[in-house]
C-alpha cells in the first residue's frame, strides 16, 4: 500500500488531498471519499483514514480523500465558502480521480452530509456508497441543538435560544456551530439538500436505531442496498470508535459488484499549490508519520516550532483552529511549523486494547467493539514525537520550540 499526500487546485484556491494505492498495480474500482462538514469531518478523521486504507488493501481499490475548501487542513476560510464550491470541489476531485486513472469505475463514498455534496445525479460515477445519511435540515438542527448543549455544559445555560440563532441565520447573519463561524447562506444552502435520489446502484450503511431515513432512501434511491452495522456514532465522538465493520461492509460490496481487476499505471501528481505550507512524510520505526511544514518566506526562519495535537479522538482537537494558528505564526512570527498527525502512522501501528489493566502495545485485531476502552499507547505517540523533533532539528533554522494542546503538551 502507498499513500500520497498532495495539494489539489480547485476552485481560487487547493484542496488537502490524500491518495490511497492499493499493494499491487491493480485496481477494481476508485473510490473518492466526500467527507462530513465541520466538527463532524475531524470526528470522522480515524473512520476515513482506516476506511481508505482497508479499501485499498482488501479491495484493491484506488482511495482518494479530500478536505473541501475552507475545511480541514485545505486552503480558504470555512465562513467565505458554501455549498456551491463544496460541490465544485467534489467534482473536481472526481475529474482528476478520472484523468489519472481511466478505465476504473468510480465509486462515491458519502460520510454523513458529505453524501449530500456527492453529486452524483449527473456525474460519471458508478456507484455511490453512504455512511450514516442525513438530510440538510436535519443536519442544521442536530448542530443548533449540539450547540445548546455546548452551552449548557460550559457555562450551565444557553447563551442564545433556539429562535434567537434561527432568526440571526436567517437575517443572513452568523453564528458558532461547533467552533466555525456558520453563515446564513451556508445554513440555507445545506438545509435545501434532500437525502440523495440517485438511480445508481450502491450501498447504505446505517449505525443507529432510526429507520426514517432508510425508508426515505428506499423510496429516492431504489437501487441502494442497505445494510445495519450498529455502533456509537463515530461523526460525534470525543473517544475512539472502531469503525472496522463500516470498512469491511463496503469492501464485501464492492468485491461483489466489481469484480474485474485492471491494471493502473504509476500516477503523476500535482505540484504543489502553496509549497509554503506543503505536505511532508516523516520516517518512524513503525512507519510513517504525516505532517504539514509551514514555511516563512524569510529563509532561514527565526523560529522552528513543532505542533503537537492531543491525543484524544485522533487529531479531533478544534483542528480548524489549529489549522489557521499555524498559519498564521509562519505569516506573523516567522516561524516553521509541523503539524503531526501520528495518529495516521503507516503500516502497523493499530490501536491497542487494554489488557489486565495495561494498555497494551500489540496490535488488535478486527472487533465490533466501540472506543470507550481503545486508546494509543502513551509511550508510542511520546516515540513518534520524539522522531518528529529530531526530523525538525535536521532542518536549518533559528530556535527551535515545541507546543502542544491538551494532552499533546505532555510529549
Not at 466526500?34 to 482488501?58: F, T
Not at 475552507?70 to 480521480?97: P, Q, Y
Not at 530556535?399 to 505532555?410: K, P, Q, W
Request: charge should be positive; hydrophobic fraction near 40%; proline fraction near 8%.
Amino acid at each position: 500500500m502507498t499513500i500520497h499526500a498532495f495539494q489539489l487546485p480547485s476552485g481560487d484556491g487547493w484542496l488537502h488531498a490524500t491518495l490511497t494505492l492499493p499493494p499491487r498495480p491493480q485496481a477494481r474500482a476508485a473510490v473518492l471519499i466526500c467527507p462530513p462538514l465541520v466538527e463532524e469531518r475531524k470526528a470522522s478523521q480515524r473512520a476515513m483514514v482506516d476506511g481508505a486504507r482497508h479499501l485499498a488493501e482488501a479491495a484493491a481499490c484506488v482511495v482518494l480523500r479530500i478536505d473541501y475548501r475552507g475545511c480541514g487542513d485545505s486552503s480558504g476560510m470555512f465562513e467565505a465558502t458554501g455549498v456551491g464550491d463544496w460541490r465544485s470541489d467534489t467534482e473536481r476531485a472526481a475529474d482528476w480521480l478520472r484523468a489519472a486513472f481511466p478505465g476504473l469505475p468510480q465509486i462515491r463514498l458519502g460520510i454523513r452530509a458529505g453524501a449530500l455534496l456527492a453529486g452524483t445525479e449527473d456525474t460519471d460515477a458508478s456507484a455511490m456508497v453512504i455512511w450514516e445519511p442525513v438530510a440538510g435540515e436535519a443536519f442544521i438542527r442536530q448542530l443548533l441543538q449540539r450547540r445548546m448543549v455546548n452551552d449548557m455544559i460550559a457555562y450551565g445555560r444557553a447563551r442564545a435560544s433556539r429562535a434567537a440563532l434561527d432568526a440571526t441565520l436567517k437575517q443572513g447573519g452568523s453564528v458558532d456551530l461547533d467552533g466555525y463561524t456558520v453563515t446564513g447562506a451556508q445554513v440555507a444552502g445545506l438545509a435545501a439538500l434532500p437525502l440523495p435520489a440517485t438511480r445508481l446502484p450502491g450501498l447504505v450503511i446505517l449505525t443507529g436505531a432510526d429507520t426514517r431515513t432508510t425508508e426515505a432512501l428506499g423510496r429516492q434511491a431504489p437501487l441502494l442496498d442497505c445494510v445495519t452495522h450498529r455502533l456509537a456514532p463515530f461523526w460525534n465522538s470525543v473517544g475512539h470508535v472502531d469503525t472496522q465493520p463500516l470498512a469491511e461492509a463496503t469492501s464485501q460490496w464492492i468485491q461483489k459488484h466489481f469484480d474485474t481487476l485492471h491494471a493502473i499505471s504509476p500516477v503523476s501528481l500535482p505540484s504543489p499549490v502553496a509549497p509554503l505550507e506543503a505536505p511532508v512524510t516523516i520516517p518512524a520505526r513503525e512507519g510513517e508519520l504525516r505532517a504539514i511544514l509551514h514555511r516563512p518566506p524569510v529563509d532561514p526562519p527565526r523560529e522552528a516550532f513543532l505542533f503537537l495535537g492531543g491525543w484524544s479522538g485522533d487529531r479531533q482537537g478544534p483542528h480548524r483552529l489549529f489549522s489557521c494558528s499555524r498559519a498564521a505564526w509562519r505569516r506573523r512570527v516567522i516561524c516553521a511549523c509541523v503539524w503531526t498527525t501520528a495518529v495516521e502512522a503507516r503500516a502497523t501501528a493499530r490501536w491497542p486494547r487494554r489488557a489486565s489493566g495495561r494498555w497494551s502495545t500489540t496490535p488488535r485485531p478486527p472487533s465490533t467493539g466501540s472506543g470507550s476502552n481503545c486508546r494509543p499507547a502513551r509511550r508510542s505517540r511520546s516515540s513518534r514525537s520524539v522522531r518528529a523533533a529530531r526530523w525538525r532539528s535536521a532542518r536549518p533554522s533559528g530556535n527551535r520550540a515545541s507546543t502542544g494542546s491538551c494532552s499533546g503538551r505532555r510529549r
